[in-house]
């Protein structure tokens, strides 16, 4: 039977809702020229109209407005305003531009609201210019878009998998794409420098959710697996100094998480240890382990493997926190499937995991009592808390 008639018979089958018959009368309805027409002119449906036209115009432009974000950054505008408003002579004169480009970027700064201006030709930082002031984190992610927009570039071309030879994103983050060196533990430090500096920068997004949303102090010996540099055990280390920690990642990773460790004199409680958390064993003993934006770049199957070597590494009665950016975050649905879905894409491996999928994956992992804890900004990451059963069932 031909695959029209297989898509035909199963569309007469299924049995569409209310809501679903009712939604698309209105989508053929929206969809006309000539509805479209009165609709922006009748008095109780024209903001309808024009709310959504805009809408629909910032994401077709979205790629326009990244890259004046990005301008604003390289040319440090935002460090610029950070004491005040300045006049457009006085920026024209500090940014390395001539005067005309200089006037379009402020323009299309205020446009999208990262600035504001004020009287006499005068600039000062916007609603969504102000957070970004010595901003590591954002800033770094910001610059880092530049390896993204170029895989971006073709995005049927990506979503084919044809990306050979033009891969930024999967070549930036060298545990992915390991073509030179067979095993991602034989990474060297210096290859890994890049990508562990990024994920050091921008862990304070996801390590004040995480401390914030749960109380370490019951805790004697935490196992931070994929903790990079040691970011997040840094800061739980100076709020709880009881608390052993042990980083566990690659080699390369382990030996700039010493160095990090060393200049932040906290040796004395951080251990970095090197090793590969699919293959090998992974440090035993810790009572609470922590994957924080761990398991999204990776596929289901190395998954499943990673979160059974943490269930075997953790003693009896253990809690596990799990924290990344998850698809179907109530209200953030954009940043799940269409930020991180093509972000992931990109890299080579992973996918962005909703709530119930990963609460299913750590339930066939051995765990229990999984749970959501209270994260003040979702759009950083959702966080999950489970335990390890204190008599395993054979």
């Known amino acids: 039977m031909p695959l029209s008639e297989h898509v035909s018979n199963d569309t007469q089958t299924r049995q569409r809702t209310l809501s679903e018959v009712f939604a698309d009368w209105r989508n053929s309805v929206i969809a006309s020229a000539r509805f479209q027409r009165w609709a922006a002119r009748f008095p109780l449906t024209r903001w309808i109209v024009r709310r959504q036209a805009s809408a629909l115009f910032d994401v077709m432009a979205g790629f326009v407005y990244s890259q004046i974000l990005l301008a604003c950054v390289k040319v440090n505008l935002f460090e610029l305003l950070a004491n ?9 004169e500090r940014i390395a531009l001539p005067p005309a480009g200089v006037n379009r970027l402020l323009d299309a700064a205020v446009a999208i609201r990262l600035l504001t201006k004020r009287e006499n030709e005068h600039y000062a930082l916007g609603m969504l210019g102000a957070p970004l002031v010595g901003n590591r984190a954002l800033i770094d992610m910001i610059v880092h878009h530049g390896d993204f927009y170029r895989d971006l570039h ?33 990474l060297s430090a210096e290859r890994v420098a890049n990508y562990s500096k990024l ?24 196992l931070d ?15 709880y100094p009881d608390l052993k920690c042990t980083i566990f990642d690659l080699p390369g990773v382990a030996e700039l998480a010493t160095t990090h460790i060393s200049q932040a004199h906290l040796s004395n409680q951080i251990e970095a240890i090197g090793g590969n958390f699919f293959d090998g064993v992974l440090p035993k003993g810790a009572d609470v382990a922590t994957l924080i934006r761990v398991i999204f770049d990776h596929d289901d199957s190395r998954v499943n493997t990673l979160l059974r070597n943490v269930f075997n590494a953790l003693e009896p009665g253990a809690s596990l926190i799990l924290a990344e950016p998850m698809a179907d975050t109530p209200g953030q649905e954009a940043m799940g499937d269409a930020y991180f879905g093509f972000y992931l894409l990109a890299m080579g491996r992973g996918r962005p995991r909703s709530k119930a ?6 339930v066939e992992a051995g765990f229990e009592a999984v749970r959501l804890l209270p994260s003040a900004i979702p759009l950083n990451a959702q966080i999950l808390h489970c335990k390890k059963p204190m008599i395993s069932v054979a």
């Not at 005040?84 to 024209?92: C, E, N, V, Y």
């Not at 304070?204 to 370490?216: M, R």
């Not at 697996?225 to 709020?239: E, N, P, S």
Request: proline share 6%.
């Open 84 to 92: 005040g408003a300045l006049s457009k002579t006085q920026l024209q």
């Open 154 to 186: 073709d995005p049927l071309a990506l979503l084919r998998g044809d990306i050979s030879g033009k891969a930024a994103m999967a070549e930036y983050w060298p545990y992915i794409n390991h073509a030179h060196d067979p095993k991602p533990e034989s």
């Open 199 to 222: 994920m050091a920068h921008t862990q304070p997004l996801v390590t004040a959710e995480v401390i914030d949303a749960y109380s370490f102090a019951k805790h004697r010996h935490l």
């Open 225 to 239: 697996i994929g903790g990079g540099q040691g970011a997040f055990v840094t800061q739980l280390a100076k709020r």
């Open 357 to 362: 999928e990963i609460t299913q994956m750590l």
